[in-house]
């Protein structure tokens, strides 16, 4: 499984910027509503990467970064294996590397926090927020 993420640039304090995660798999026949995604972030001088937000594999469970809430939001569209990420009022603390993951977990409504918990990352993007 692969995944790719794009979407991200430079933009003022108050902009917004849509990530998307492309989830490729190695052949026909696997689902992406199968997975639970997780987007996290690395932001600069933190030592541990920060769970922005999951959404379970069904889609009626999400969870969000208390940082994040009412600024963004995830979602998802199996039929072109995409999650979005819509980030809207983006504050320069919100500047970091962000990262799709995904694996198959314990249920369909199961969301994972944890980015070590993932098996399948992809590579990230950039986003920077300027003040």
């Known amino acids: 499984v692969q995944l790719q993420a794009s979407g991200g640039g430079l933009v003022q304090s108050g902009g917004s910027l849509r990530l998307s995660c492309l989830v490729s798999f190695p052949r026909s026949g696997l689902r992406l509503d199968y997975y639970t995604i997780g987007w996290f972030r690395q932001a600069p001088g933190k030592e541990r990467d920060e769970v922005v937000a999951?959404?379970?594999?069904?889609?009626?469970?999400?969870y969000y970064a208390d940082s994040v809430k009412g600024r963004f939001t995830i979602s998802r569209d199996n039929a072109k294996k995409t999650v979005y990420l819509q980030m809207n009022n983006l504050k320069p603390e919100d500047t970091a590397v962000y990262y799709c993951?995904?694996?198959?977990?314990?249920?369909?409504?199961?969301?994972?926090?944890?980015?070590?918990?993932?098996?399948?990352r992809g590579q990230g993007t950039q986003v920077t927020v300027s003040s």
């Open positions: 993951a995904t694996d198959i977990f314990g249920g369909d409504d199961v969301v994972e926090l944890n980015p070590t918990e993932y098996s399948f």
């Open positions: 999951c959404i379970s594999a069904s889609g009626s469970n999400i």
